[in-house]
């Protein structure tokens, strides 16, 4: 618990110091313009910062209870709730100014500016504020994960990997003989599963993670919830709508309610203007960067500037994507002779259709790929109707049989530039997960997910990983 609560006073520290900064900082730039402040007009402005720690308090921004913190909000509800308390702290500075009369002597524009700011920066702090806490093991809440087998053992290979829940994996408890006194992935086995409330006295941990079948999850909960604070059921590895689910209490039955946002039709017309909008700022804005791309691929090696690649769009109708050609113009021909010659790289062709070092690409165009700029193209297929900005990879025909019956629902949504699988690894996510990747993104699609997914975006492209 201990941990815990160092988390989330890391991340309360986190929110107080960016809140203050994005409204110092935007107060001392209009100043600069010509307005004048006076220290204390400024120091003015302080209950906006104990108003926003209580709205992000009050909608769960802390692992729920700050005084008895468990598991995180997942991040795309945290970037929609954070839009909600930034908003309603602004709301309410403005109307303490407004009762207050003090409206006047401060500019709507940079308190309107700091708004915006402090609802883009506050993410971005909290990322990397969770970042440094895992680097440094600060603020890890020590989790006992019940039941060793595949799905507790995935459960700590996420662990390991993730940041933004802030778990560490102190043992396992299961009931398999064998395992007993040995480590599963590097995690040591405690005990049975009956000994999960004494292992946890012993080690002072307060947060169990379930890993097995139902049947045993129904008897261990009672026992377990006597004395963990917080019992996380996880019961398989499938993907499912959690995005947009809600508990019911059906006279006395549990049950949980499933909203199809792919069925509704004002999500899907908010989508589509939102990124209309981005797909002509970013034409608009690269204009002169996309004419420099075309000039220097039509100098440095013949064939034409654009290369339409061939994909299926909506209902699996073909489409042509188009992107800065980043090949030789025979690459088609280069491709089946090293094919033929290498079975190591037909095989690796025929299980991510890319190759890690692929000769048929120009130095230019492994820049371009390596900064995804050769994708800048696709703004139009946005514009045009085939593509979205945000949406699951693009597939070619041979891609099909890979997802099976899930191929039925990937053909309900436009295929985007980027997108859940572009984020999370890019080339190094082996096709299994791809396509987990692309039924979860479609399963809990909101305006808030894709938001989250251009961030992620920014960052992966800014440090190029995964490219190729």
């Known amino acids: 618990m201990r941990e815990a609560r160092c988390r989330v006073l890391l991340l309360l520290l986190n929110d107080l110091f960016t809140a203050a900064f994005v409204l110092a900082g935007c107060l001392w730039i209009y100043h600069l313009m010509g307005a004048y402040y006076t220290l204390e007009e400024c120091v003015g402005l302080w209950p906006l910062v104990p108003v926003m720690l209580l709205c992000n308090a009050a909608i769960r921004l802390y692992h729920g209870n700050p005084f008895y913190p468990g598991a995180a909000l997942g991040p795309v509800e945290e970037l929609r709730r954070v839009f909600l308390s930034v908003s309603l702290s602004y709301l309410l500075l403005f109307g303490y100014l407004a009762l207050t009369r003090q409206v006047e002597l401060y500019s709507r ?16 702090t909290r990322w990397w504020c969770r970042s440094l806490m895992k680097r440094w093991g600060v603020g890890q809440i020590p989790a006992l994960i019940a039941g060793a087998g595949l799905g507790g053992q995935l459960m700590v290979q996420r662990i390991a990997r993730d940041k933004f829940f802030g778990f560490r994996a102190v043992g396992f408890v299961d009931d398999h003989p064998d395992k007993q006194g040995t480590e599963v992935g590097g995690v040591p086995v405690l005990g049975k599963l009956a000994d999960g409330v004494r292992i946890g006295r012993e ?11 139902f049947h045993i999850m129904e008897s261990l909960l009672k026992q377990y919830s006597e004395y963990f604070l917080h019992v996380l059921l996880v019961p398989s590895n499938e993907v499912f709508s959690i995005a947009w689910s809600y508990p019911v209490n059906l006279d006395g039955c549990s049950a949980l309610e499933i909203r199809n946002q ?35 691929i039509k100098l440095t090696s013949r064939g034409p500037m654009l290369y339409r690649a061939n994909r299926l769009g909506v209902g699996g109708k073909p489409i042509r994507v188009l992107k800065f050609r980043t090949m030789y113009a025979d690459a088609d021909q280069r491709l089946e002779q090293l094919l033929a010659e290498d079975p190591e790289l037909e095989r690796e062709w025929r299980e991510k259709f890319k190759l890690v070092n692929d000769p048929r690409i120009t130095p230019l165009g492994r820049f371009l790929r390596k900064t995804s700029l050769d994708e800048l193209p696709q703004f139009w297929n946005v514009l045009t109707g085939e593509m979205a ?20 629902l990937l053909k309900r949504v436009k295929p985007g530039i980027t997108g859940l699988w572009q984020v999370s690894g890019r080339s190094e996510v082996d096709y299994p997960n791809r396509v987990a990747l692309d039924m979860n993104y479609i399963m809990n699609w909101s305006i808030w997910m894709d938001y989250f997914i251009f961030l992620k975006t920014i960052k992966e492209v800014l440090f190029c990983r995964g490219a190729y």
């Open 109 to 124: 524009v940079a308190l309107v500016a700091s708004w915006g700011l402090t609802f883009l920066l506050l993410p971005l």
């Open 262 to 296: 792919l069925l509704m039709a004002l999500p899907r017309v908010c989508k589509w203007l939102a990124e209309v909008v981005i797909a002509v700022l970013a034409i608009v804005m690269a204009f002169p960067l996309l004419l420099v791309i075309g000039l220097g």
């Open 203 to 213: 080690r002072q941990v307060s947060y169990v993670i379930c890993c097995v079948p």
């Open 389 to 408: 900005v945000i949406g699951p990879r693009p597939i070619v025909a041979d891609e099909v049989k890979y997802y099976g019956d899930k191929y039925e």
